[in-house]
């Protein structure tokens, strides 16, 4: 058993999980101050914790030097510079595994699905993803994955990191920017536009990566119904192959942590 821990920026949500499957769990508010978010991460450890636990995996939101579990200056998360993996294996004597947190959805879905080889977003605040291959995670140097920043107009949309990204178009920032209205009062006919850009995004995907499975996330994907013509629309038109799209469950972010230290 392996205990896995989604950190996020209002809450930590953890479980312990056997094989594919969660058999425990708890949550926690994530903190304010550097000192709030390491007592919460330890009161939600020690909750799970037992001798049948072998490891403890970890995602957070970027940047961050994952392997060295080294946390960059990550948004709404009061962790700047901490060494949370020396931190937590100091304080529990157990093996501590670290990967993005939109990494871990995807190799979490993978998991629970019993899927070799998957891709998947996550429509949040911004748009992250990740990489399953032959059942493990592909990291590259730390954060393969980051598939929002993807170019899908090359002379569309500003963003802060690349034009006309899948970012500047369907994550939930990007949404009320560009219809001025927050997700949940969109139109049909304008989440049809929104589907139709996420499914130029994911027909790239399918056609670099021939998965298994698409798995789609985050706060965004809870309107799956609503975008999913348009995006299959498009995928049907410019995708090699008819790829399974599935909306993601909600708690595979604890699956794919806890897998990490077997399949990373």
Known sequence: MKIGIDIGGTSIKAGIVSGNKIIKTARIKTGKTKKEVIANLFKIIKELDNKKVKAIGIGCPGPADYQKGVIGNTPNIPLQNV????????????????????????LGESVRLKKKNAVGLTLGTGVGGGIVIDGRLYTGNGNAGHFGHCTIKFDGNKSSVN????????????IEKNYHKKPENLS???????????????????????????VIGGGVAE??????????KEVKKRAIRNTPIVKGAKDSAIIGAASLYSKI
Not at 87 to 98: D, S
Not at 203 to 210: C, G, K, R, T, V
Not at 223 to 232: Q, T
């Open 83 to 106: 060494k949370l993996k020396r931190i937590i294996e100091n304080k529990f004597r157990k093996k501590v595994v670290m990967a993005n947190d939109a990494q871990c959805f995807v």
């Open 163 to 174: 034009q006309g990204s899948i970012e500047s178009y369907v994550s939930a920032k990007s």
């Open 188 to 214: 049909m006919k304008e989440w049809a536009k929104v589907g139709e850009n996420l499914g130029i995004g994911i027909a790239n995907l399918i056609n670099s990566f021939d998965p298994e499975i698409v």
């Open 223 to 232: 309107s799956f119904n609503k975008f999913k013509a348009g995006m299959l």
